[in-house]
């Protein structure tokens, strides 16, 4: 059995309810008392002051062993992470998007924006009952107001603080009706449970049309991260939030959204680096992976088996004719930074070369040139942390020079998984050889075995892992391989 008490110097507005009202003086002079039940606190007093009141009232009620709502933890997290105008910034998870979608749809409202205020983690609006208590448990404040704005098919909440003083007397009583249920409650903690110790994001976008994992390989990355400690939610950006707030609620963030140095994934992954959150990507990756200059640059420095490539800026007639002799025909341009074979070209003669080169330094100061090399298939090598973790063969797209086949609405090769240990030698050292000078993250290797030599063609952040293709030998062991990964980042992380 346990006693409430709500600390406020407004609490002469507060009856009726199943909780003794004190104010802060109060408090401070009649408690902790000998042999007191178990205490709750419910701190109505006024938190927007460091070293405040209400700040000492949440202090004092940890130090006396008593639960109390808002925590000294809440109070700083909280302020920390007020973005101007004291709002703070939230990411919903999809459900709640699709339920405030087709909430609003169905009662014909075509609204972009509208408030809700939660008192006590509730909310008047019963259609909005989970969603009130999701935002509570995120903030766990007793009055807030969620401001919700929509950027396309996403909804952003914003929340921010209120005070009993700020209330109309509509509102107040509405807080009065969600107070006294609240007391009647059992409090729901935020803490962790011993099963999950980090929360993680994983990065993903629903309307990419070529993601890096199908859905139930996001299910299953989902999975394998609860059985190793780790909550993991499927979350999508918002172009309008900052980066700062989007991953202070994570300890980890894995993205499976194509990276590009362009877009938000690379700047999410460095605002999670700077933040000391285990991030796969890394920048540091993305940045090398994303572009096939230093790449190559780096398999010449460090001598590893590579087609024969050149970098040029004109297409000049001498430029033309170096090139030709150099490499002779077919030859292959390339963009310096692209995925999925887009940006990638074959050149049969000088005047397509000449048509080519013209139309690609319009958007590249650099053009790479490299040698053909005629196979069925490429190897596709998963590397984590130094490490082959899964392989596969890649065929080319039918009656295609490529794996997908882009005018034939991406058609693409079929693909053969192997174990590691069936790869050749020589593909696999070269595979673990190209991604030292990269880092230790996630990488897929793509190497041409010709001539009886494995080529590096290119090494790719943020490689493909998608259910019966690249999991298909090792199954959902492949999962637990890449979350245990990270598990072992969080533990070193934690013991710095």
Not at 123 to 149: E, G, I, K
Request: glycine content about 4%; overall charge neutral.
């Amino acid at each position: 059995m346990s006693i409430t008490l709500i600390v406020s110097d407004y609490g002469q507005q507060i009856s009726g309810v199943q909780a003794q009202v004190l104010s802060f003086a109060e408090y401070l002079a009649q408690y902790p008392k000998a042999n007191e039940q178990k205490t709750r606190v419910i701190n109505l007093c006024d938190t927007e002051q460091y070293l405040s009141e209400g700040y000492y009232c949440s202090l004092l009620a940890q130090a006396r062993q008593h639960e109390v709502l808002p925590s000294v933890s809440t109070i700083v997290d909280i302020g920390s992470q007020l973005q101007n105008g004291g709002e703070m910034q939230l990411i919903l998870p999809s459900h709640f998007n699709k339920a405030l979608n087709a909430e609003l749809n169905g009662t014909g409202s075509s609204a972009e924006t509208f408030e809700l205020p939660i008192y006590c983690g509730n909310t008047a609006s019963v259609s909005f009952t989970r969603l009130a208590n999701y935002l509570f448990m995120q903030c766990r404040l007793p009055l807030l107001t969620a401001r919700f704005s929509k950027s396309g098919d996403l909804w952003r909440a914003f929340l921010k603080k209120k005070s009993i003083t700020s209330l109309t007397e509509d509102q107040f009583s509405d807080f009065h009706t969600q107070l006294e249920k609240f007391t009647q409650q059992v409090w729901r903690s935020r803490t962790k449970t011993k099963k999950h110790r980090w929360d993680m994001a994983i990065l993903v976008n629903s309307k990419e049309e070529t993601p890096p994992s199908d859905s139930k390989a996001l299910k299953l990355f989902v999975k394998a991260a609860s059985q190793l400690g780790i909550k993991a939610e499927l979350v999508e950006y918002d172009n309008c939030i900052d980066y700062r707030s989007f991953v202070a609620r994570f300890d980890a963030l894995f993205i499976r959204e194509t990276t590009s140095i362009k877009s938000h994934t690379y700047e999410l992954a460095r605002a999670a680096e700077k933040e000391g959150i285990v991030v796969i990507d890394d920048p540091s990756s993305i940045l090398r992976c994303c572009n096939k200059v230093f790449l190559h640059d780096a398999f010449s420095y460090h001598k590893i088996p590579s087609p024969k490539t050149r970098f040029v800026t004109n297409y000049t007639p001498e430029t033309l004719t170096d090139l030709a002799d150099t490499f002779g025909f077919p030859m292959i341009l390339k963009l310096p930074e692209s995925a999925f074979s887009l940006g990638v070209y074959k050149v049969k003669d000088e005047a397509a070369l000449l048509e080519k080169l013209k139309e690609m330094i319009k958007v590249s100061a650099l053009v790479l040139v490299q040698e053909y090399l005629f196979t069925e298939y490429d190897w596709r090598i998963g590397v984590l942390n130094n490490k082959p973790i899964f392989a596969c063969r890649y065929f080319m797209a039918p009656n295609h020079w490529q794996i997908y086949n882009h005018a034939n609405n991406s058609e693409a090769g079929m693909a053969q998984t192997l174990p590691t240990f069936e790869v050749p030698k020589n593909v696999l050292s070269s595979a673990i050889k190209a991604c030292r000078f990269i880092g230790n993250g996630l990488y897929g290797v793509d190497i041409k075995e010709a001539n009886g030599k494995a080529y590096v063609i290119e090494v790719n952040d943020n490689p493909n892992i998608d259910t019966e293709v690249e999991d298909k030998y090792a199954g959902k062991e492949l999962y637990m391989e890449i979350m245990q990964e990270f598990v072992n980042r969080l533990e070193a992380r934690g013991r710095k």
